[in-house]
């Protein structure tokens, strides 16, 4: 079955990075485009980028433009995300996400904490 797990969160200071990783099984993952979202406490959940099935486009929310990179490594089953310059208010839980078939997938999480 579909199976999409994410890994790379943390606490960073302000101004820090990370980089998250979300290995995907269960699905031809070359075959579709893939999404990371988040989603603060009490807030919805979000898009923050999306990347193409060949990764040859890209698109962010206003919110990271600049700081945040997706990628994607075909022959390794796993999508990245890249944050640089990080804020409090980037601090939420990720998720990595596809639609398989028309129904929206999801990973587990992993918790981005930025504070000093």
């Known amino acids: 079955q579909v199976q999409l797990v994410e890994s790379g969160g943390g606490l960073v200071q302000p101004g820090g990075s990370l980089r998250l990783s979300c290995a995907a099984s269960g699905f031809i993952f070359s075959s579709y485009a893939m999404s990371w979202y988040h989603q603060a406490p009490g807030k919805k959940r979000e898009l923050v980028a999306t990347?193409?099935?060949?990764?040859?486009?890209?698109t962010y929310a206003d919110s990271v433009k600049g700081r945040f990179t997706i990628s994607r490594d075909n022959a390794k089953n796993t999508v990245y995300l890249q944050m640089n310059s990080l804020k409090p208010e980037d601090t939420a839980v990720y998720y990595c996400?596809?639609?398989?078939?028309?129904?929206?997938?999801w990973g587990q999480g992993t918790q981005v904490t930025v504070s000093s």
């Open positions: 990347i193409t099935s060949t990764g040859g486009t890209t």
């Open positions: 996400n596809t639609n398989f078939k028309g129904v929206p997938r």
